[in-house]
Antibody, heavy 121, light 109 residues
């Protein structure tokens, strides 16, 4: 069945780095645009970043541009989010999600179950 | 940036009732709007896309309508499993980014 499984979350100190992964199965990952969406505790959904099916284009929310980097390895059916110089506002559950359109344009489906990142000293 | 505003923030209703959730865009998004349902501890689930098209497997008592700046999600004959938070999302003014509404929490009266 269609599945996205995130991993890599945990507690990280301010200013440090962390890499999240999202393993895809059950659909044609290499043809989907992919996204990261985050949700701070008790808050709403915030789009973070999008990458084209082939990795040729990336887009970021202003709040993360220059610190977070989205990437993908289609040979491994895996999406990544490299988080550098993390700050308290990055504390959230991070979801990966896919869009049928190869550029990532459109609605988000499927979604992973999320991985929690807590920034704390 | 297109700001999405949902109302009300919380809605208390009884099972069996019909409810209408509202989503307003700060500029026209055409029909490029999706609705998601999120239950506690779970990921969001796509309900509606293109403002009015139900996603695969979504029951018929969910319906979406609207265009440009005004959208609604109607849930008929509320069932216990429908109590959740609902988010709208625009994907029209892209790039640079997607925006979600702040959510409407549907709770049992």
């Amino acid at each position: 069945q269609v599945q996205l499984v995130e991993s890599g979350g945990g507690v990280v100190q301010p200013g440090k780095s962390l890499r999240l992964s999202c393993a895809a199965s059950g659909f044609s990952f290499s043809s989907y645009g992919m996204h990261w969406v985050r949700q701070a505790p008790g808050k709403g959904l915030e789009w973070v970043a999008t990458i084209w099916y082939d990795g040729s284009n990336e887009y970021y929310a202003d709040s993360v541009r220059g610190r977070l980097t989205i990437s993908r390895d289609n040979s491994k059916n895996t999406l990544y989010l490299q988080m550098n110089n993390v700050r308290g506002g990055d504390t959230a559950t991070y979801y990966c999600a896919g869009t049928y359109d190869s550029s990532g344009y459109g609605w988000f489906d499927p979604w992973g179950q999320g991985t929690l990142v807590t920034v704390s000293s | 940036e297109t700001v999405m505003t949902q109302s009300p923030a919380t809605l208390s209703v009884s099972p069996g009732e019909t409810v209408t959730l509202s989503c307003r865009a700060s500029q026209s998004v055409g029909s490029n709007l999706a609705w998601y349902q999120q239950k506690p501890g779970q990921a969001p689930r796509l309900l509606i896309y293109s403002a009015s098209t139900r996603a695969t497997g979504i029951p018929a008592h969910f319906s979406g309508s609207g265009s440009e700046t005004e959208f609604t999600l109607t849930i008929s004959s509320l069932q216990s499993e429908d109590f959740a938070i609902y988010y709208c999302q625009q994907y029209s003014n892209w790039p640079p980014g997607y925006t979600f509404g702040q959510g409407t929490k549907l709770e049992i009266k």
